[in-house]
Structures are given as C-alpha cells and as structure tokens.
C-alpha cells in the first residue's frame, strides 16, 4: 500500500459559459480522477453556468500525479457527451503544505502561479494560508472543447494522528 501523504478537498465550485451539447442547453457534470481514483460530481439541468458547491475528496499518495478533471453532459439514451477537460498539477500546493505556516497571519498568500502553455489556469491563483489551512482557488480553463471554465477550491486534510506531510 503506498504511504498517504494526506487528502485533498476539492471543491467544484461552479462552471462557466459550458459548452452547449444538447439543443440549447447541457446537463453537465464533473468527473476528478487521479490515479486509480474517481470521484464525480452531481448533475446540474439544463445549464451551461452550473454551481456544483461539491466537495470531493482524493487520497494524496503521490503528488506527482495530475488531477484530471472532466466536464460530461449528461444523456439518457446515448453515451454522455465530453465538454472539455483540464489538467491540475498539485505540486506546488503540496510544496506549500510541506512549509508548515502555523503562526503565519490569516490571508498569507504562500505562492502564486500565473496561467501559461504547461497549466491550465484560466487567471492567476495564489495558495494561501486562511483560517490555519493552506487553500488555494483554481480556475481552470478547459481545453479540446469551444469554451467553458471550471472553478475549484483545494484544501489540504492532513492525517489523524500526525501522519503523513
């Protein structure tokens, strides 16, 4: 069994300006994987602005592993359609969790990224330290579809006990 290094809470916040897979509109929904892991969202009707507000949440066991993150519309009758898919490196926020920011004032922005080619990202996010948690607000911006966005909160859970990071 790999050594779990702590959870992740991801929350799919909303999605924006979806892509339109059915006559006007989508039934979209959101699929996480990472590794051998997946998790997915509820669907939203007949909307291509979704607010999700789902938390999900992935073992963290290696973090060199992406989260891939998939938007399907939902069908009845026929296989669901894809509406774009994004990529997440989790490095980084795994790096600022490493750091230990107990003390630090609320609100410390630990890092930021800026979009480029290598991510995802839709417009800067930074990993902040809020609350005596290291969390970090995501807009990734999807791609192999016309348009659409997708926001995301993460959040790290360490492990009972002291285990892990």
Excluded at 14 to 41: H, W
Excluded at 79 to 107: N, Q, Y
Excluded at 147 to 163: A, F
Aim: hydrophobic share 40%; net charge negative; proline share 5%.
């Amino acid at each position: 069994m790999e050594h779990l290094l702590g959870l992740l809470r991801v929350r799919v916040v909303k999605g924006i300006n979806l892509a339109v897979r059915d006559v006007r509109t989508s039934d979209p929904y959101v699929v996480l994987r990472m590794g051998k892991q997946k998790l997915k969202t509820h669907v939203v009707k007949n909307n291509v602005n979704p607010e999700w507000n789902e938390e999900l949440t992935l073992s963290i066991g290696d973090p060199i592993l992406p989260v891939i993150l998939t938007v399907f519309d939902k069908d009845t009758f026929t296989c669901d359609d894809r509406m774009g898919e994004a990529e997440l490196d989790i490095v980084p926020f795994v790096e600022a969790v490493k750091m230990h920011f107990e003390g630090t004032p609320s609100g410390t922005i630990i890092r930021k990224i800026t979009p480029n080619r290598e991510n995802c990202f839709a417009e800067e996010s930074c990993i902040v330290w809020l609350d005596g948690k290291v969390v970090q607000n995501v807009c990734l911006r999807l791609k192999n579809v016309e348009c659409g966005e997708v926001e995301l909160q993460l959040q790290w859970i360490s492990l009972p006990g002291g285990k892990g990071i």
